[in-house]
């Protein structure tokens, strides 16, 4: 029976805060995983519907608290306080992050254990994509919690009160979960009935997990494993480019669409726009420039016009980030020619180029041989324009130490406002092991404390 019709079915659920103990058709108890393979099968696509909706929120909270985003007209004044910086605990966007950040985890933990109980039932190679499936998302959503919050968890299945640990042990955590991922799958290739029935279309799985095993390989600062990893997704062709599909926009819009405006509404800061270099042409793809906004504070805004539409499809990763993150291992590693080089294939990138529909800068190429902090700079400069809407800029001021502080509008932020998310009230409650939030820093430019 094919199940992808179900894809992002709880993905309507918008901004609204979890609760981790509502019943869902697409989440069947551990029982019913661990005694039906049907029920497993429709868990993998439950799966992949959660993890359409904690990646939004993530992504949603991040570019609000860095300069991506801010509040449109009638939000809610917590929507303008967290791009001015401010998230006090209980907020709903850091509850948001944190609840549906662990949903997707724990149905990735069920998955895993529905295909060792029920392996006998499976062939090999759909028990293999499902367990690929489940490793790689719970591997990129703890990713997303290892972003936002100072301490996570990262042992939660079963767990009456999961420990908290820091990303010196999260981390390889979730590298291991991708080399997992990748282990199955080199072991035994997806069969046809996962990937045509199970695996939402316009996902390339392998991709994906390559991808991400780049992505954080960067963050632990392992070049040669970042190099590697990147030079194994695919550069050109359909399956460059994953993407989460939404068959029924009127019941579970892409989630930008779901946030265009009303009480959670967010837009593109216009600054985002008017900062690139002349001639870049990345806006085309993401903004409308007809359609300008006054925020709720005054920001001033570009409508979007990739996610405009709610049928639109929402990019699980933007291809050139992996060649961004070989540009940026090549000149950590001394080898500057090949960096730019890598760098120029992005700056130029121009309509029509790969056969992939993605943000195309069409500029020229450097002049000159640049040294290796120009390199460095002019990789994140890339970054901030490809990238918009995936939550990664976060990061990416904390690993350049350009924390700033909050921005109190109509000052406009140039970078990330504040280092962590507060823990979630909820867990908290519930926890003896949450620990207090984690003091911000108080001069700036600034690092973080991980």
């Known amino acids: 029976m094919r199940m992808t019709r179900y894809l992002v079915a709880f993905a309507a659920a918008g901004l609204a805060a979890c609760n981790l103990d509502l019943r869902n058709p697409n989440s069947p108890t551990e029982g019913e995983v661990t005694t039906s393979a049907d029920a497993t099968i429709g868990l993998a696509t439950g799966l992949q519907g959660r993890f359409a909706q904690s990646y939004g929120n993530f992504a949603y909270m991040a570019g609000l608290v860095n300069d991506e985003f801010a509040s449109t ?16 605990r209980g907020t709903g966007i850091a509850e948001n992050v944190f609840n549906s950040v662990y949903r997707t985890v724990r149905t990735a933990d069920e998955l895993l254990a529905g295909s060792d109980a029920l392996a006998a039932q499976f ?31 990262i042992k939660t299945f079963g767990e009456i009160a999961p420990v908290y640990v820091a990303r ?4 390889p955590y979730i590298r291991a979960l991708l080399d997992s ?19 939402t279309p316009g996902v390339s799985l392998p991709n994906t997990i390559q991808l991400f095993r780049a992505r954080y390989a ?8 970042a190099l590697a990893a990147s030079n194994l997704v695919a550069r050109s062709g359909a399956a460059a ?7 029924a926009p009127a019941v579970s819009p892409n989630f930008y669409a779901n946030v265009t405006g ?22 085309t793809y993401f903004v409308d420039v007809t359609k300008p906004q006054t925020g709720r504070v005054g920001a001033l805004l570009d409508s979007w016009l990739r996610y405009s539409n709610p049928s639109n499809p929402l990019p699980v990763y933007f291809p050139d980030e992996a060649l961004l993150i070989k540009a940026e291992a090549l000149a950590n590693t001394a080898q500057l020619a090949a960096s730019q080089a890598v760098l120029d294939s992005v700056r130029t990138d121009c309509t029509g180029n790969r056969g992939i529909d993605d943000p195309k800068a069409c500029l020229a190429p450097l002049v000159g041989a640049l040294t290796q902090p120009q390199l460095i700079a002019e990789i994140y400069n890339q970054r901030r324009y490809e990238l918009l809407g995936t ?39 519930a926890n003896p092991n949450v620990p207090a939030d984690p003091a911000e820093p108080t001069t700036f430019p600034s690092g973080c404390t991980y």
């Open 73 to 88: 007209t009638a939000a809610l004044i917590s929507i303008s306080d967290a791009e001015q910086g401010s998230v006090p």
């Open 123 to 153: 062939d090999a190679g759909t028990r293999s994509g499902l367990r690929a499936l489940a490793y790689a998302l719970k591997a990129e959503s703890l990713g997303e919690a290892l972003q936002s919050y100072q301490k996570i968890p």
């Open 168 to 171: 010196a042990e999260a981390l």
């Open 181 to 199: 991922a990748a282990d199955e799958i080199t072991a035994t290739a997806p069969s046809a009935l996962f990937n045509s029935s199970i695996l």
């Open 218 to 225: 960067r963050m632990a600062n392992d070049d040669a494993g």
């Open 241 to 247: 480019l994953s993407v989460l599909t939404f068959p």
């Open 262 to 283: 009303g009480t959670n509404g967010i837009a593109p800061r216009r600054q985002w726009r008017l900062s690139m270099t002349g001639g870049d042409q990345r806006f």
């Open 391 to 429: 939550g990664l800029r976060w990061e990416d001021s904390r690993r350049r130490s350009l924390i700033r502080g909050a921005v109190a509008a109509p000052g406009v932020p140039v970078d990330g406002q504040r280092c962590w998310l507060p823990y979630a009230i909820g867990d908290a409650n």
